[in-house]
């Protein structure tokens, strides 16, 4: 089981991800479509080098097109490159591209869990993406997720039934201390992750909450272990 947090914006909340044990952090940058948190690459640079070798780096981009994302591998060179934009998705030229630009690169693939039409959906793109995430969606904000609410956890438990051992599937969507535990339990997830329910809002948006960072990993931890997961 593996636990990430999204969206960092400072090296002192990436260090807060890696004191915490978590194993991957994500920060969007580059792409210039209102993500919340988006930072500059030239930011997110900063804060990749700061944490290299500590933990791993998931770039989140949302596109227009493979065009926009190409830089943004080239510049940041994360370990993960996340597309969550509602009108370009990965395809398997994509992938061959962003490996060849980035050797070891993996692609994931966000899902919008709307209904059960998300389950052909993610097997469609797990046959060529290294890792999908499961995520809600708020029509108001650019790409899949940062929704800070759930969905229905039986959809994403099938995907993650009929993706076993091909495609490493990661559950998120209004996930923080208090219910990681019980999706974990219910879905059976490659990894979870938390974005709005590890953070704290601030008068220009919002911080991550080291506190929360760190019970959100334990308590999945012991969810995983308990499960033999």
């Known amino acids: 089981m593996i636990t990430q947090i ?3 914006q400072t ?11 978590a194993d991957y952090f994500g920060l969007a940058a580059g792409t210039g479509k209102g993500l919340p948190a988006e930072l500059t690459l030239p930011q997110a640079k900063e804060i990749f080098d700061a944490v290299e070798g ?11 097109g493979p065009q926009d994302i190409y830089p943004v591998i080239e510049y940041l060179k994360p370990d993960v490159i996340h597309l969550c934009g509602n009108s370009y998705y990965a395809d398997a ?17 966000a899902i919008p869990v ?7 959906e993610a097997v469609r793109c797990g046959a060529f993406c290294d ?11 650019a790409g ?22 091909t495609c490493k599937v990661i559950l998120a969507g209004g996930l923080g201390p208090d219910n990681v535990a019980e999706a974990i339990r219910q879905v059976r997830p490659w990894g979870v992750d938390s974005f709005t329910r590890t953070s704290r ?4 948006g919002s911080q991550k909450d080291p506190e929360l960072i760190r019970l959100f990993v334990e308590r999945a931890r012991q969810a995983a272990g308990e499960l033999g997961l």
Not at 93 to 109: D, M, N, R, S
Request: charged share 25%.
């Open 114 to 120: 709307t209904g059960p039409q998300a389950v052909e």
């Open 93 to 109: 030229e994509f992938v061959k591209k962003a490996k060849a630009l980035q050797p070891g690169i993996e692609v994931l693939q």
């Open 54 to 64: 500590k933990i791993g780096r998931i770039a989140i981009t949302v596109a227009d």
């Open 201 to 204: 809002k601030t008068p220009g």
């Open 6 to 8: 999204y969206s960092i």
């Open 131 to 141: 890792r999908l995430i499961l995520d809600s969606v708020d029509p108001a904000i």
């Open 11 to 21: 090296k002192e909340e990436a260090l807060a991800c890696v004191r915490a044990g």
């Open 144 to 165: 899949i997720g940062a929704a800070g609410v759930t969905h229905d956890w039986a959809v994403s438990r099938e995907i993650c039934r009929r993706l076993a051992g």
